[in-house]
């Protein structure tokens, strides 16, 4: 009898005999904590994080080391070459399997005329207005207070920053309560994201034993933009391409020059403008090939509950591009996209001139059925057939007087796209967990539109991925006044205690 309550006393000291907190437990661990929770997160935005400097980035590191050594969790710098990855790991007694989950703790640059703040790395607490103006609320309100669409502005307070906190409070919340997963637990931190994530694929092959696991959980990313709980089981892959068209050796006058000089800014219109339809359609031979979708999978598209006359009015578009039937549809298409174009100059600094060059850069999102190296070459194939020659470098005086129009492309591949069935065991399992937290499915997501460096975890350790968004849609992700609303942030910690407590299949 007595050997039966030591026993006893060590599954409960565990965790591993602890009931499987329903919805109300949930709940009340979320209320419980998430203050302590928001301080953790006003603490981990605090610190700059552009990868672009790397004494920046050190400092997240050690705070992230220093807080799971804290938890008694075990830290790993996986060296790269440049800035290193972050693995720490929670193994549990007896545990079979082991879930990997990713954050990235760097963020994009800040230009901080664009905020409507003084400093967008502290934090700031904002409630919006009738008129739709945000205004400042102190801190300290939120001891007494709280509004669920009250937020805090900051950079990467969704992205992704505020899902990492959301973790570390959940697992907190847990601890305290005497629940543990019945797997083990690593996770990787990514401190590139926002640079493409550049040392990231050769790293995962490198280190693939360590990083070795049944399934990966990717905490990124926002919910769907009706706020709802949100899976998603896949996203999109992000290549590059780079194109610049030649006039002049130099700049010329307008007047002296012009009716004779071709314009290298009109060679680029043109140029793009041969690549697609009036719809948005890529016409280039071959693009889409090997994308069709089933009924059950346009099933799947006409389930998610978007409201595309509300995305169309708050992105204020009185039409869309005709590439898919709907959105969801659309985003399972391969993009090309220019994301910038530049020639001579405009504004204060005009000058009437034919310019020397013209820059664009576009970038290709991919999906699991699109292969970059094949798009490249259909791209160059389309540029050849509109009279261009095609060089890796500026032109020589020789290839100048020889090719009447020369364009100058270069190429690069981030990372590539994935996709999990949904009808996978994994994405059973998370279901289940997210049920029980809110008592209704989430909404299911086939693929995102958006990019993050998953498939090469996915392709190197051979295991499914998903990703569990958290984050409100409308959260400035990348742009000035980013921000995380509080409702989210609550219900964030919810999900991953959910997930967490949940029995592994």
Same mark, same amino acid.
């Given at each position: 009898? @007595?050997?039966?309550?030591?026993?006893?006393?060590?599954?409960?000291?565990?965790?591993?005999?602890?009931?499987?907190?329903?919805?109300?437990?949930?709940?009340?661990?979320?209320?419980?904590?998430?203050?302590?929770?928001?301080?953790?997160?006003?603490?981990?935005?605090?610190?700059?994080?552009?990868?672009?400097?790397?004494?920046?980035?050190?400092?997240?590191?050690?705070?992230?080391?220093?807080?799971?050594?804290?938890?008694?969790?075990?830290?790993?710098?996986?060296?790269?070459?440049?800035?290193?990855?972050?693995?720490?790991?929670?193994?549990?007694p007896?545990?079979?399997?082991?879930?990997?989950?990713?954050?990235?703790?760097?963020?994009?640059a800040?230009?901080?005329?664009?905020?409507?703040q003084?400093?967008?790395?502290?934090?700031?607490? @904002?409630?919006?207005?009738?008129?739709?103006?945000?205004?400042?609320?102190?801190?300290?309100?939120?001891?007494?207070?709280?509004?669920?669409?009250?937020?805090?502005?900051?950079?990467?307070?969704?992205d992704?920053?505020?899902?990492?906190?959301?973790?570390?409070?959940?697992?907190?919340a847990?601890?305290?309560?005497?629940?543990?997963?019945?797997?083990?637990?690593?996770?990787?931190?990514?401190?590139?994201?926002?640079?493409?994530?550049?040392?990231?694929?050769?790293?995962?092959?490198?280190?693939?034993?360590?990083?070795?696991?049944?399934?990966?959980?990717?905490?990124d990313?926002?919910?769907?933009?009706?706020?709802?709980?949100?899976?998603?089981?896949?996203a999109?892959?992000?290549?590059?391409?780079?194109?610049?068209?030649?006039?002049? @050796?130099?700049?010329?006058?307008?007047?002296?020059?012009?009716?004779?000089?071709?314009?290298?800014?009109?060679?680029?219109?043109?140029?793009?403008?041969?690549?697609?339809?009036?719809?948005?359609?890529?016409?280039?031979p071959?693009?889409?090939?090997?994308?069709?979708?089933?009924?059950?999978?346009?099933?799947?598209?006409?389930?998610?509950?978007?409201?595309?006359?509300?995305v169309?009015?708050?992105?204020?578009?009185?039409?869309?591009?005709?590439?898919?039937?709907?959105?969801?549809?659309?985003?399972?298409?391969?993009?090309?996209?220019?994301?910038?174009?530049?020639?001579?100059?405009?504004?204060?600094?005009?000058?009437?001139?034919?310019?020397?060059?013209?820059?664009?850069?576009?970038?290709?999102?991919?999906?699991?059925?699109?292969?970059?190296?094949?798009?490249?070459?259909?791209?160059?194939?389309?540029?050849?057939?509109?009279?261009?020659?095609?060089?890796?470098?500026?032109?020589?005086?020789?290839?100048?007087?020889?090719?009447p129009?020369?364009?100058?492309?270069?190429?690069?591949?981030?990372?590539?796209?994935?996709?999990?069935?949904?009808?996978?065991?994994?994405?059973?399992?998370?279901?289940?967990?997210?049920?029980?937290?809110?008592?209704?499915?989430?909404?299911?997501?086939?693929?995102?539109?958006?990019?993050?460096?998953?498939?090469?975890?996915?392709?190197?350790?051979?295991?499914?991925?998903?990703?569990?968004?958290?984050v409100?849609?409308?959260?400035?992700?990348?742009?000035?006044?980013?921000?995380?609303?509080?409702?989210?942030?609550?219900?964030?910690?919810?999900?991953?205690?959910?997930?967490?407590?949940?029995?592994?299949?």
């Open positions: 009898m @007595k050997r039966f309550f030591i026993l006893l006393a060590f599954l409960l000291s565990t965790g591993l005999f602890a009931q499987t907190p329903d919805r109300t437990k949930l709940e009340a661990l979320t209320e419980k904590h998430w203050q302590s929770g928001l301080r953790l997160l006003n603490e981990i935005v605090a610190m700059p994080n552009d990868a672009v400097f790397p004494e920046q980035i050190e400092v997240n590191i050690k705070w992230c080391e220093q807080v799971f050594a804290a938890r008694g969790w075990t830290q790993e710098r996986l060296e790269t070459g440049g800035i290193p990855l972050l693995l720490v790991e929670k193994k549990q007896n545990a079979k399997k082991t879930a990997l989950f990713y954050f990235h703790v760097d963020g994009q800040v230009d901080i005329s664009k905020w409507d003084p400093n967008a790395y502290e934090p700031v607490l @904002k409630a919006q207005t009738a008129s739709g103006t945000w205004e400042v609320l102190p801190m300290e309100k939120l001891r007494t207070e709280y509004n669920p669409d009250w937020r805090v502005f900051g950079r990467s307070t969704s992704d920053k505020g899902p990492l906190a959301m973790l570390i409070t959940a697992w907190d847990l601890t305290e309560a005497g629940i543990s997963p019945d797997y083990s637990v690593k996770i990787i931190l990514d401190f590139e994201e926002e640079q493409g994530s550049p040392r990231l694929p050769a790293a995962v092959i490198q280190y693939k034993d360590k990083l070795a696991a049944d399934l990966m959980l990717i905490m990313g926002p919910r769907h933009t009706s706020n709802l709980p949100t899976l998603s089981y896949g999109r892959g992000i290549s590059e391409l780079f194109l610049t068209t030649y006039g002049p @050796k130099l700049p010329q006058h307008s007047g002296h020059y012009g009716n004779y000089a071709p314009n290298p800014a009109l060679l680029m219109s043109q140029l793009l403008a041969s690549m697609k339809d009036e719809n948005g359609r890529v016409v280039i071959g693009f889409y090939d090997g994308i069709t979708f089933t009924d059950a999978e346009r099933k799947i598209f006409a389930a998610v509950p978007d409201n595309e006359t509300a169309k009015k708050r992105l204020g578009l009185g039409r869309t591009d005709q590439v898919g039937q709907s959105y969801q549809e659309s985003i399972n298409y391969p993009s090309l996209n220019i994301r910038g174009m530049s020639a001579g100059y405009t504004g204060a600094q005009a000058t009437t001139i034919i310019p020397a060059t013209a820059v664009a850069e576009l970038d290709m999102r991919l999906v699991p059925e699109s292969d970059p190296v094949r798009l490249f070459g259909l791209i160059k194939d389309h540029i050849r057939k509109q009279g261009f020659h095609i060089v890796e470098k500026d032109p020589t005086d020789e290839e100048r007087m020889t090719y129009k020369i364009v100058k492309v270069n190429t690069s591949i981030s990372y590539q796209a994935f996709r999990t069935p949904m009808d996978s065991p994994t994405g059973a399992w998370l279901r289940k967990a997210m049920n029980r937290a809110f008592g209704q499915d989430p909404v299911q997501i086939r693929i995102s539109g958006g990019s993050i460096p998953i498939s090469p975890f996915v392709d190197a350790l051979g295991i499914p991925a998903v990703t569990i968004p958290t409100n849609a409308d959260n400035n992700q990348h742009s000035p006044n980013e921000n995380l609303r509080l409702g989210n942030y609550k219900e964030g910690i919810l999900t991953i205690m959910s997930v967490l407590s949940e029995k592994m299949y």
